[in-house]
């Protein structure tokens, strides 16, 4: 079974200062909620300023737009496949899973977010991206077999089709209402995998 555990795949700079370090990881958390809430193109200046730093800053952790596209939408997979161990802790599996599906759309949200910067990276740095895969695939692979082990879901529903049915949320047309629309989605999905206890 693939591991939902998440390598570091942007590693922060060793020699980086404790100030340092700290400006560098608000920047990826300012991007990434400016990314899921206005797109890519949302302004590098604006990120720096909401982040309390400098452009200048800004540039010298990331050189690139895409640069910072990059570290943020591996932090978002890293995250996300973190927290399949940590609610398969704290919640009963299908309770579990139905909580990492949430998850799953904030981290389509950003994704769909840097779009046109992560097509740019896909033709440069494909392991980015089947690294991802496996990720995400391992840790809800992880919590479907738990669920399933212990009689709260159906038994026969592989990871493939979990992530299809999933996969379909981030081609609903942009509106207002895409996050809760998501959210219903996400609860026809548990009616059908629960078995009736």
Same mark, same amino acid.
């Given at each position: 079974?693939?591991? !939902?555990?998440?390598? $570091?795949?942007?590693?922060?700079?060793?020699?980086?200062?404790?100030? !340092?370090?700290?400006?560098?990881?608000?920047?990826?958390?300012?991007?990434?909620?400016?990314? !899921?809430? +206005?797109?890519?193109?949302?302004?590098?200046?604006?990120?720096?300023?909401?982040?309390?730093?400098?452009?200048? $800053?800004?540039?010298?952790?990331?050189?690139?737009?895409?640069?910072?596209?990059?570290?943020?939408?591996?932090?978002? @997979?890293?995250?996300?496949?973190?927290?399949?161990?940590?609610?398969?802790?704290?919640?009963?599996?299908?309770? !579990?899973?139905?909580?990492?599906?949430?998850?799953?759309?904030?981290?389509?949200? $950003?994704?769909?977010?840097?779009?046109?910067?992560?097509?740019?990276?896909?033709?440069?740095?494909?392991?980015?991206?089947?690294?991802?895969?496996?990720?995400?695939?391992?840790?809800?692979?992880?919590?479907? +077999?738990?669920?399933?082990?212990?009689?709260?879901?159906?038994?026969?529903?592989?990871?493939?089709?979990?992530?299809?049915?999933?996969?379909?949320?981030?081609?609903?047309?942009?509106?207002?209402?895409?996050?809760?629309?998501?959210?219903?989605?996400?609860?026809? @999905?548990?009616?059908?995998?629960? $078995?009736?206890?």
């Amino acid at each position: 079974m693939a591991s !939902a555990e998440p390598k $570091t795949a942007s590693p922060v700079p060793n020699r980086l200062r404790a100030d !340092a370090r700290r400006n560098r990881e608000r920047l990826i958390e300012v991007a990434a909620a400016a990314f !899921a809430e +206005k797109g890519v193109e949302t302004s590098l200046e604006d990120i720096a300023r909401q982040a309390g730093v400098g452009i200048g $800053t800004l540039y010298r952790h990331f050189p690139t737009r895409e640069h910072l596209v990059e570290v943020v939408y591996r932090r978002e @997979l890293e995250s996300l496949a973190a927290a399949a161990t940590e609610l398969a802790q704290k919640h009963a599996p299908d309770i !579990a899973i139905e909580e990492w599906m949430r998850r799953f759309v904030g981290y389509i949200a $950003t994704k769909r977010g840097m779009a046109n910067s992560l097509r740019i990276l896909m033709t440069s740095n494909s392991s980015l991206f089947s690294e991802g895969s496996g990720l995400i695939r391992g840790a809800l692979e992880n919590l479907l +077999k738990s669920a399933g082990d212990k009689g709260y879901i159906r038994s026969d529903i592989e990871t493939t089709d979990l992530l299809h049915a999933l996969s379909s949320i981030y081609s609903m047309p942009e509106s207002p209402e895409w996050r809760e629309r998501s959210h219903r989605l996400i609860g026809l @999905l548990m009616d059908g995998l629960r $078995t009736r206890k």
